[in-house]
């Protein structure tokens, strides 16, 4: 276990090591006076990948990065010692979990497909992927920052299923997480707490960064890296207005959107306001194709389905012109192709400080 940690550590020290609390993890201070664009032909508006920033009560450091990565695989963190936040976020599966709606605990089978369980959620997990860059958390958009989202999905009972005090005791009385807290919050009385978790799996959900894309590459001056054809589907996704939603760099935004027939009440649960009912937040297509089914109730099951529904519903609303299926296989390979990135993959551990089995995965074939 400590070489985990050691490894932990060394990585830790590369990612977050010049990171400034309240300033881009890049240090340019977010300034303007980028220089005009001048790459490959583009069909909008070019915007550099913004620079990830943190809260300054909570700034990264190797050791918070290193706990946090524990955690976050650790079953520890629920009622039944056998779900953690991994089993509905997996690497495996795009940092969703491959199903219509999650199963948590008491659940049976490995993360993925086939996957069942009494303690279903009534919504698709989200993919973790840039979640840094996000403003506001959930599908509804309920939570303002990750260390506000953090324990929630304890206290959900159909999730992990416990009390986040419950939650202390437990880590408190492990030796080992005893003092991998102590080193985190070296400043803390009593490190160990639930605000402490909750600042842990954010420092270690904040590298959880896709920016190394083949259209990344393709904005940063290679022609090359994007073929005809994930070009040519490039400028369709524009002219199909996917971009008015899913907005370059990120490919995502901050909008709320009713695109399916109202069941759940979505945004209005948080608003009040009758005219957010059924809209939800737009999510990134960055590493998309890993983390299907899609939508918020994980009704559409592939890719190439998700922007068939979108595109007509676009056409419809006169949001962009209508695609044929050609085209739409075009727009499918744009997204699979020149947005899919796993190069900051995060590191599963073997094993955990509580000695409980890290989940397991189900076989998956990558492409």
């Keep these: 276990m400590k070489s985990q940690v050691g490894w932990l550590l060394a990585v830790a020290f590369a990612l977050v090591g010049c990171t400034e609390a309240d300033e881009p993890a890049d240090g340019s201070g977010g300034g303007g006076g980028e220089p005009a664009y001048d790459g490959p032909p583009i069909p909008w508006a070019y915007s550099p990948f913004p620079a990830a920033r943190e809260p300054a ?64 959620t009534t919504r698709n997990a989200q993919t973790l992927w840039n979640v840094a860059f996000r403003e506001e958390l959930f599908w509804d958009g309920r939570k303002p920052s990750l260390e506000e989202q953090a324990l929630e999905p304890l206290r959900a009972e159909r999730e992990l299923g416990l009390d ?44 959880l960064v896709s920016d190394m894309a083949l259209y990344d590459q393709y904005v940063a001056g290679d022609e090359e890296a994007l073929l005809p054809n994930v070009r040519d589907g490039m400028f369709l996704f524009a002219e199909g207005g996917c971009a008015r939603c899913h907005v370059p760099p990120l490919f995502d935004s901050q909008r709320y959107e009713a695109r399916l027939p109202v069941v759940d009440a979505g945004r209005e649960t948080v608003t009040g306001d009758p005219n957010d009912r059924g809209a939800f937040l737009i999510p990134t297509l960055r590493n998309s194709r890993d983390s299907e089914p899609f939508f918020h109730d994980g009704s559409v099951m592939t890719l190439r389905e998700a922007v068939r529904v979108e595109a007509d519903i676009s056409a419809a609303r006169g949001e962009g012109r209508a695609l044929t299926d050609e085209e739409v296989e075009l727009v499918t390979k744009f997204i699979d192709k020149a947005l899919t990135d796993r190069t900051r993959d995060p590191k599963r551990p073997k094993e955990v400080p509580s000695g409980l089995d890290v989940p397991e995965d189900g076989f998956r074939v990558f492409r």
Excluded at 60 to 71: D, H, I, Q, R
């Design 57 to 120: 009560d909570n700034p990264s450091t190797p050791e918070k990065l290193a706990l946090g990565n524990l955690l976050f695989y650790d079953p520890v963190l629920s009622g039944d010692d056998a779900t953690a936040c991994a089993t509905c976020h997996s690497e495996i599966w795009g940092m969703s979990d491959g199903l219509p709606v999650s199963v948590g605990i008491l659940g049976e089978g490995p993360t993925g497909p086939g996957r069942d369980g009494p303690n279903k």
């Design 164 to 207: 986040p005090e419950l939650a202390v005791a437990k880590l408190a009385a492990i030796p080992e997480y005893a003092s991998l807290f102590a080193s985190a919050f070296p400043d803390d009385a009593q490190p160990v707490s639930s605000q402490n978790i909750a600042r842990a799996l954010s420092v270690f959900q904040r590298t």
